[in-house]
């Protein structure tokens, strides 16, 4: 059914508003239909992402209906219209007008006139609406109620209880859109105010959206109370870099220093909300750390400061030797833009004539390289992606190897919106039901860890019991998404059984993590993909793109991450170029670090210290996200383009410091701007040839651990040690507690109680943290992949589906 005829299906109501002629889908509020006609009714509580409540009665209006006037003003954000109903806002009508002055005054009868301190004093609705639909003075003459303040709702959020005026848009939003029902208005008339239980803190991963949403200045940020005032600041519109979903964001700055980020208004991608990460880890691009010069190492071994043609000389010359010794591996990571990342592709290929390329900083398999050519590189939305607005209509979704809460908070406020709104069933392979989906209310099929192919198979082939079952009958009844996460590379045949449900009539989407990762697949920042979702392989696709880049290329497949660094460790590459990776995010940070060791030259481009800028022998700084220009492309395949928002840092893009190293190396890698990246990214668009998706051989029988040992399961949470995390205080103190879970069985098995601290451990390392009993499968332990005390690749040395050993008690191997 076409558009057209699903609009001539809608049935309309037409009404008259302050004179004029208003015709809006049944159901429609009146200040909704207000709207459509340019006239602004007052209001506080009103939000059109929120349930209507009626709480603060600002937006009373005058209604007729039938000819008849109510008898007394009504609520227009909780009516809805009706056919031949009239309305008179406070433009037409006097009672309309002087029951929002009664209202008005009501609510500045205690709330301070303290708006050049408030934070929200020149950006507030109760401002702003005091003096346009206000009385010009006041009768109130005593003394306004005070509460001591602030009141910290959480370590991000602050209270001030004089100021609230009662709408609830905190606490609705708390309760329908994140889930986290831990704000509350407590007590009740005079003495009703917002406060938190106190055995249950305010511990939300969305908490500060209801700053943003505040219509007075009740709720504030602890990280910008009294930094700025609005009319101080610069605002630039900008995208998230912290996950694959690209929300739109807002960022203020002030004399060259991020001031605050707010959510920006995308009713396709994020419409208003955004997380906490998104909003508040900013600093690390201000950081004291921030490496602003090129370093160059000395005849002593110590990295010295540089000019940027003195490092360029010395890096070119480094990479050229290594060339000739061996070669070098380019390990962009997942950080990047598609102008950085498609950069970093070309110049692999034109300028150090190797294939031996791989974005994915983090656990990988070549089945997943499979799956990505079949399914993800080059597929945009105007091809038929998976979208956000296909979850919304979705009968049925399922989640495998993702927790969207922790891993795309942006895809998790979706699906629960569709879950409450219309019942979306929603399905999830997870060793355990978590918080976030406990919130989806998801059917959670109890997967223990390696299992996943086996599962998925008999969710495929209809033998799967259960919930399962229910998985299965979704399928098949047609209209359900398969949403796989970027872990599933870690387990043997996930992704080929994940291609079974494509087969079987469900569509599939592959959310990554990072906010680079596709970016860098549709770039050819892999071994075996080329731009476009082109293969190396193909001798077709390569010739395309020899026309394009005016220069031969290799034909020989290159090796992946894990390959590039054990070829390193070897002596068979010589040189490695390292953009924005941290050793301790890859799968064997050991393996890392001994091939840095090894390695002939090491050119690492970095904005902040990690480990591998301790081994780099030339080091060129890059600029963050808002000192640069670029694209991200989301997990939907959609362009999410920023523009600069500081431009007078001097700060290069990693395209434009590799684009003159090109220079220094007798190449011209013709990526001197974005601008310029994004044209011949267009110009070659994409490939029509796609790898048929392999859907065989991955019936993978789960182990059997015995006692005293258990299957792993991780992964990363959404606030943890992430490197753009670093030093930020205040969203630090919302990250949940770093725990060891164990079913009770299990648990009973090694002699531990719920509290005390077990031991997992490997002949490699070990970690220990309080246990958690929870229900999830016997002799399967569930660990954080990189919190406090739990930095699973660099201390316990394991991969997600192996067996280690558990013991009750802390310290013991």
């Known amino acids: 059914m076409t558009a057209i005829e699903n609009a001539a299906k809608v049935e309309t109501v037409t009404l008259t508003i302050d004179g004029l002629e208003v015709t809006v889908p049944k159901g429609t509020l009146i200040i909704r239909a207000a709207e459509t006609v340019g006239i602004n009714i007052p209001r506080f509580c009103d ?116 100021r609230c005026v009662l709408c609830a848009r905190c606490t609705r939003f708390s309760q329908q859109i994140a889930g986290d029902p831990f704000i509350e208005l407590f007590e009740r008339g005079a003495n009703e105010q917002v406060s938190t239980s106190t055995d249950e803190p305010f511990q939300s991963y969305f908490s500060g959206n209801t700053i943003q949403i505040c219509p007075v200045g009740a709720l504030t940020s602890a990280d910008y109370r009294f930094r700025a005032r609005p009319f101080d600041l610069q605002s630039s519109p900008g995208i998230d870099e912290h996950d694959s979903s690209g929300a739109a964001i807002r960022v203020d700055w002030r004399r060259g220093r991020v001031m605050r980020r707010l959510a920006g208004n995308d009713p396709e991608v994020n419409e208003e909300w955004i997380s906490d990460r998104t909003r508040f880890a900013f600093n690390y691009a201000q950081s004291n750390e921030r490496i602003m010069t090129p370093m160059v190492r000395d005849e002593n071994g110590a990295l010295v400061a540089a000019s940027w043609p003195e490092a360029l000389e010395l890096a070119a010359n480094g990479l050229r030797s290594a060339m000739q010794q061996g070669g070098v591996g380019v390990l962009p990571g997942g950080r990047l833009t598609a102008e950085d990342a498609y950069a970093y592709s070309k110049f692999a290929r034109t300028v150090l004539g190797t294939n031996d390329i791989d974005a994915r900083a983090r656990a990988h398999s070549d089945e997943e390289l499979e799956f990505l050519a079949s399914h993800v ?28 809460e922790e891993e795309a908070p942006t895809v ?54 259960g919930a399962g079952a229910d998985a299965a009958d979704a399928v098949r009844a047609g209209g359900t998404i398969v949403l796989a996460g970027e872990r599933l590379a870690e387990i043997p045949g996930a992704l080929r059984a994940v291609s079974t449900l494509g087969a079987a009539g469900a569509r599939l989407a592959w959310i990554p993590r990072r906010a680079g990762e596709r970016g860098a697949i549709d770039a050819g920042a892999l071994p075996s993909m080329l731009p476009g979702g082109r293969l190396v392989a193909d001798i077709g696709a390569r010739a395309e793109l020899e026309t394009v880049w005016g220069t031969s290329l290799p034909g020989e497949v290159g090796r992946d991450l894990n390959g590039i660094l054990e070829a390193t460790r070897s002596g068979d590459i010589a040189g490695l170029l390292i953009g924005g990776v941290d050793p301790f995010d890859l799968p064997d940070p050991e393996l890392a670090f001994e091939a840095m060791k090894a390695s002939k030259f090491v050119v690492s481009l970095e904005m902040l210290p990690t480990a591998a800028t301790e081994w780099a022998d030339v080091i060129l700084p890059v600029a963050p996200v808002v000192e640069k220009s670029g694209t991200f492309i989301n997990w939907e395949g959609r362009r999410r383009h920023f523009d600069l928002t500081m431009h007078s840092t001097g700060a290069l893009s990693d395209a434009r410091v590799l684009h003159q190293l090109a220079d220094e190396m007798d190449a011209d890698l013709g990526l001197l701007t974005p601008e310029q990246a994004m044209a011949e990214i267009d110009r070659l668009g994409g490939t029509t040839q796609r790898p048929a998706p392999a859907t065989a051989g991955f019936a993978v029988p789960p182990q059997q651990p015995a006692a005293g040992s258990a299957i792993l399961a991780s992964w990363r949470q959404l606030v943890d040690l992430g490197t753009l995390q670093a030093g930020e205080v205040y969203l630090q103190g919302t990250a949940r507690p770093s725990v060891a879970r164990l079913s009770p069985a299990t648990a009973a098995e090694i002699g531990a109680a719920h509290g005390e601290i077990v031991t997992v451990s490997t002949d490699r390392g070990a970690v220990s943290l309080p246990l958690a009993v929870t229900d999830m499968p016997d002799r399967v332990v569930w660990i954080p992949m990189n919190s406090p005390d739990s930095r699973l690749r660099r201390d316990l040395r394991a991969a997600v589906g192996e067996v280690v050993r558990i013991a009750a008690g802390g310290g013991a191997r």
């Open 47 to 162: 939000h059109p992402l929120l349930d209507p409540v009626g709480a603060c009665r600002q937006c009373m209006v005058e209604v007729e209906m039938g000819g008849r006037p109510m008898p007394k003003p009504q609520a227009s954000c909780t009516m809805e219209v009706s056919d031949g109903m009239v309305v008179k806002t406070q433009l037409t009508s006097e009672v309309a007008e002087r029951a929002q002055w009664g209202m008005m005054e009501l609510l500045l009868i205690n709330h301070p006139l303290d708006c050049p301190v408030c934070d929200k004093g020149g950006e507030c609705p109760l401002q702003n609406q005091a003096m346009s639909t206000g009385r010009a003075d006041s009768r109130f003459i005593d003394r306004k109620r005070t509460y001591p303040k602030p009141v910290p709702i959480s370590t991000e959020i602050l209270l001030d209880r004089e």
């Open 412 to 465: 998790f406020l979706r699906l629960r919106k569709a879950m409450r709104k219309r019942g979306l069933k929603i399905f999830a392979l997870s060793p355990y039901t978590t918080r976030g989906l406990e919130k989806l209310g998801a059917a959670v099929i109890s997967t223990t860890p390696g299992a996943e192919a086996s599962v998925l198979a008999a969710i495929g082939d209809g033998t799967a019991g």
């Open 377 to 404: 590189a080059g597929v945009s939305i105007e091809d038929g992606a998976v979208t956000f607005a296909d979850l919304d209509a979705a009968s049925a979704v399922i989640l495998v190897g993702l927790e969207p």
